[in-house]
């Protein structure tokens, strides 16, 4: 079993900056490639990015790249979404998750989810 518990969501100006952060616990991060998602309101769930197991390949959805980074610190079985020149569309829940197997790209491939953390973006 895994734990996983974001954090760092807020309310935040268009051009302005947040840091998500997801702690896990049980089972050590340090197995799972992670990804993180987003639900915007009255919208389904999408993918925004991924990293590998040691955080040397990461993946994004186009509407992020190049403003959004992650990042993982195993030794604390933490990973981050660097989020940077925020949008009012990038108001969403955004959950992280730990991968079980298949596609990044995929909902379906990852096992265990946070509860989620708001961002609200104001125009």
């Not at 996983?4 to 840091?19: D, I, K, P, T």
């Amino acid at each position: 079993q895994v734990q996983l518990v974001e954090s760092g969501g807020g309310l935040v100006q268009a051009g302005g900056s947040l840091r998500l952060s997801c702690a896990a616990s049980g089972r050590t991060v340090t197995t799972y490639p992670m990804g993180w998602f987003r639900q915007p309101p009255g919208m389904e769930r999408e993918f925004v990015a991924a990293i590998s197991n040691y955080g040397y390949n990461t993946y994004y959805a186009d509407a992020v790249k190049g403003r959004f980074t992650f990042s993982r610190d195993n030794a604390k079985n933490t990973v981050y979404l660097q989020m940077n020149s925020l949008k009012p569309d990038d108001t969403a829940v955004y959950y992280c998750a730990a991968r079980g197997g298949g596609s990044y790209f995929r909902e379906g491939s990852y096992a265990y989810w946070g509860q989620g953390t708001q961002v609200t973006v104001s125009s």
